[in-house]
T-cell receptor, first 113, second 111 residues
Framework: GAGVSQSPSNKVTEKGKDVELRCDPI?????LYWYRQSLGQGLEFLIY????????KSGLPSDRFSAERTGGSVSTLTIQRTQQEDSAVYLC???????????FGQGTRLTVV | EDQVTQSPEALRLQEGESSSLNCSYT??????LFWYRQDPGKGPEFLFT???AGEEKEKERLKATLTKKESFLHITAPKPEDSATYLC????????????FGQGTTLQVKP
């Protein structure tokens, strides 16, 4: 596609439920990243994919967070047993390679009530 | 620890009043420094990449410069449509491409 696409745009969930966030990167981009932006906070790195592998998962805040990428394209970020502190905007980005400029999607705003 | 600090946190300018935003960084070997613009409710929009000290890049009213310790984003004769949050990020050498972001500078340009 023309840009990075994320869905849903907004998600409201009850505490304790699981959620899945989807990212469609720019076609041909091998690198894919997930970041989190909390209110008043900077962007926080979560995980990096090169192809279908995740060589850097260092930013995942707990074992409730996981992500996968299939076919070197679409990625899904899953948050299990959501907590109120998980409320944030989750941003996906892709780049041609791991060390070139990254292009971001519009984000998914997650609200845990 | 790799770190990025942006100043000021917020900046108000009159239309046409030029100014600069600062991004100070400490990183264990810089691969690249990136500037992004973020409008409310949207994802960051890529502006520039700088790779080595002394490098400069320009786009319309924006000019980014880089030294060994900091980068500046100069805004010349800004217009109200330049109002946004400007984000600076660094990528460390040998890294996976992960970006370390500053907190951003929120710019408001009044007509």
């Amino acid at each position: 596609g023309a840009g990075v696409s994320q869905s849903p745009s907004n998600k409201v969930t009850e505490k304790g439920k699981d959620v899945e966030l989807r990212c469609d990167p720019i076609s041909g981009h091998t690198a894919l990243y997930w970041y989190r932006q909390s209110l008043g906070q900077g962007l926080e790195f979560l995980i990096y994919f090169q192809g279908n592998s995740a060589p850097d998962k260092s930013g995942l805040p707990s074992d409730r967070f996981s992500a996968e990428r299939t076919g070197g394209s679409v990625s899904t970020l899953t948050i299990q047993r959501t907590q109120q502190e998980d409320s944030a905007v989750y941003l996906c980005a892709s780049s041609l390679w791991g060390n070139t400029e990254a292009f971001f999607g519009q984000g998914t705003r997650l609200t845990v009530v | 620890e790799d770190q990025v600090t942006q100043s000021p946190e917020a900046l108000r300018l009159q239309e046409g009043e030029s100014s600069s935003l600062n991004c100070s960084y400490t990183v264990s070997g810089l691969r690249g420094l990136f500037w992004y613009r973020q409008d409310p409710g949207k994802g960051p929009e890529f502006l520039f990449t700088l790779y080595s000290a002394g490098e400069e890049k320009e786009k319309e009213r924006l000019k980014a410069t880089l030294t060994k310790k900091e980068s500046f984003l100069h805004i010349t004769a800004p217009k109200p449509e330049d109002s946004a949050t400007y984000l600076c990020a660094v990528q460390a050498a040998g890294n996976t491409g992960k970006l370390i972001f500053g907190q951003g500078t929120t710019l408001q340009v009044k007509p």
